[in-house]
């Protein structure tokens, strides 16, 4: 079965850090390009990051610029967002989704991981 | 980085079509045949319905599709059924980022 399952999520305080994982199974990981989307409570879904297939290319929303690093391991099947200086506005479900064909059809989602910031 | 333009809500009756529209620019929507269209229902993770611009996935309705002209895309739905009541984004490629839109929560009366 394809899929996609996040971990990492939880409860950090402002100016903390986090780092999400992604595994992926039931297809060939490092053939694909990823991304991260997130989603604030009732809101709408916001693009976050992207990498590309070998992970030699990277983009960030400007939102989270300078402080989010994506990156993977294809030998691990899996993709990471760490993310640092976390503000609460940063609070949100966060999911990973595959670019089947690397121009932002994300026909893969995993189910969500929640990332609450907040003293 | 600005989000695309999407109506908060539309809504129609069992068996009727609706559209949904996405404006954009010419550096997103306009420039490129890179349209997405997603469904999610509430709790869900959203679901992948048209994807370069008017291409449907395997195992989605024919009753979806997309069109684009110029910097607007547009997703129609025909055959309303309750099932598709639902929250809308269209999402765009751009060369430095992805682009989604705001969300249309659809409403089947």
């Known amino acids: 079965e394809v899929q996609l399952v996040e971990s990492g999520g939880g409860l950090v305080q402002p100016g903390g850090s986090l780092r999400l994982s992604c595994a992926a199974s039931?297809?060939?990981?490092?053939?694909?390009?990823m991304h991260w989307v997130r989603q604030a409570p009732g809101k709408g879904l916001v693009w976050v990051s992207r990498?590309?297939?070998?992970?030699?290319?990277?983009s960030y929303a400007d939102s989270v610029k300078g402080r989010f690093t994506i990156s993977r391991d294809n030998a691990k099947n899996t993709l990471y967002l760490q993310m640092n200086s976390l503000r609460a506005e940063d609070t949100a479900v966060y999911y990973c989704?595959?670019?089947?064909?690397?121009?932002?059809?994300?026909?893969?989602w995993g189910q969500g991981t929640m990332v609450t910031v907040s003293s | 980085q600005s989000a695309l333009t999407q109506p908060a809500s539309v809504s129609g009756s069992p068996g009727q079509s609706i559209t949904i529209s996405c404006t954009g620019t010419?550096?997103?929507?306009?420039?490129?045949?890179?349209v997405s269209w997603y469904q999610q229902h509430p709790g869900k993770a959203p679901k992948l319905m048209i994807y370069?611009?008017?291409n449907r996935p395997s195992g989605v309705s024919n009753r979806f599709s997309g069109s684009k002209s110029g910097n607007t895309a547009s997703l129609t739905i025909s055959g309303l059924q309750a099932e598709d009541e639902a929250d809308y984004y269209c999402?765009?490629?751009?060369?430095?980022?992805?682009?989604f839109g705001g969300g249309t929560k659809l409403t089947v009366l």
């Open positions: 010419s550096s997103d929507v306009g420039g490129y045949n890179y």
């Open positions: 990498i590309n297939s070998d992970g030699s290319s990277t």
């Open positions: 999402s765009s490629y751009t060369s430095s980022s992805t682009q």
């Open positions: 989704a595959r670019d089947f064909l690397a121009n932002d059809a994300f026909d893969i």
């Open positions: 039931g297809f060939t990981f490092s053939s694909y390009w």
């Open positions: 370069e611009v008017s």
